[in-house]
């Protein structure tokens, strides 16, 4: 294995296929340029080689700044593997529907629970926030399906209320469970946090030209 | 000279003189800083991927010596930074400058 590839291996490690190929396409260039410019002043070889390799630096950095940038192998998965269309699939009438009227009772009962409170015997704040968060997250995840959203600003815009929605579920939870419950939120969250990392990530990679559907939401 | 921030002002500048590919771009940083700015150039891509990415320059392929180059072009958007901090190092040496010529 020669020096270069060496350092190519390294430099394209954790990378999607995509990725490594135009990491792969764009040093090999670079290097022959910069190989040939050392054999004109007067270089053999091998010590035109060497001079290549050191002036690209150290594989390692280059691969940590290839990550920040380009699509990973995790990340090219995700995209694979999420391959839905919401305007397509937010077509359809029944889904509007099911999200319209669990939305309104939602909201409704929590409306009534917070009107009611003094009737209720147990824990009437509680059921009054759980019905009230059901009916924002209901709102906010169903706007979708009312609102065209695929357009940059538009989908920034949304992305920061849910952002915002989040953080707000997170810090009530913390707050109305016990630190020894900490987990079952880490648990449901979890996930979701996680998902929303990658999709960022994706997104800060990827001209926005270029985004599928799903990545706007 | 540690210059890490200003690397992707330094490419902006660069191909606002002309397209040109990633070699050509590293050695002319080095050429006009008359070997000051010497940095690796391996990192040189994934900051031009980030410019490509905030849509400040495109790439495109041309051909050259009968092989084919992925070169680069500053868009307008790209303009308009380089415009932007231009104006914010102007300020910022002028203001080191102050305070080194009183010492």
């Given at each position: 294995m020669t020096d270069l590839e060496t350092w190519l291996k390294r430099a394209t490690r954790s990378l999607s296929i995509?990725?490594?190929?135009?990491?792969?396409?764009?040093?090999?260039?670079?290097?022959?340029?910069?190989?040939?410019?050392?054999?004109?002043?007067?270089?053999?070889?091998?010590?035109?080689?060497?001079?290549?390799?050191?002036?690209?630096?150290?594989?390692?950095?280059?691969?940590?700044?290839?990550?920040?940038?380009?699509?990973?192998?995790?990340?090219?998965?995700?995209?694979?593997?999420?391959?839905?269309?919401?305007?397509?699939?937010?077509?359809?009438?029944?889904?509007?529907?099911?999200?319209?009227?669990?939305?309104?009772?939602?909201?409704?009962?929590?409306?009534?629970?917070?009107?009611?409170?003094?009737?209720?015997?147990?824990?009437?704040?509680?059921?009054?926030g759980v019905l009230l968060l059901s009916a924002v997250a209901l709102g906010l995840y169903g706007l979708p399906m009312f609102v065209s959203l695929f357009t940059p600003k538009r989908s920034r815009i949304y992305r920061a209320m849910r952002l915002a929605f989040m953080l707000c579920i997170i810090i009530l939870g913390l707050i109305a469970f016990k630190p020894s419950t900490w987990w079952i939120l880490s648990v449901t969250l979890g996930p979701a946090l996680w998902a929303e990392w990658t999709r960022m990530s994706i997104r800060r990679k990827m001209p926005a030209d270029r985004w599928p559907k799903h990545l706007y939401l | 000279m540690n210059f890490k921030g200003a690397l992707p002002t330094l490419i902006l500048e660069t191909l606002a003189q002309q397209p040109c590919h990633g070699y050509a771009i590293a050695q002319q940083i080095k050429e006009r800083s008359r070997g000051v700015l010497d940095f690796k150039e391996g990192t040189l891509y994934p900051a031009l991927h980030k410019l490509e990415n905030e849509g400040l320059v495109e790439s495109f392929e041309e051909m050259e010596n009968g092989r084919t180059r992925r070169s680069y072009r500053i868009t307008r958007a790209g303009r308009g930074v380089l415009a932007r901090d231009r104006n914010e190092w102007r300020e910022l040496s002028q203001a080191v400058n102050a305070i080194l010529g009183e010492a």
């Open positions: 995509d990725s490594a190929a135009q990491v792969r396409a764009e040093i090999e260039e670079h290097f022959a340029a910069s190989r040939e410019a050392a054999m004109r002043d007067g270089a053999s070889g091998d010590e035109a080689g060497c001079q290549a390799l050191a002036a690209l630096g150290d594989a390692g950095a280059a691969n940590r700044q290839y990550r920040r940038v380009l699509l990973t192998a995790r990340e090219a998965r995700y995209l694979r593997e999420r391959g839905w269309n919401p305007e397509a699939d937010y077509r359809h009438g029944w889904l509007r529907w099911f999200v319209s009227f669990w939305g309104v009772a939602a909201a409704g009962a929590g409306i009534w629970a917070w009107i009611a409170k003094p009737a209720l015997s147990e824990g009437p704040a509680f059921l009054t | -």
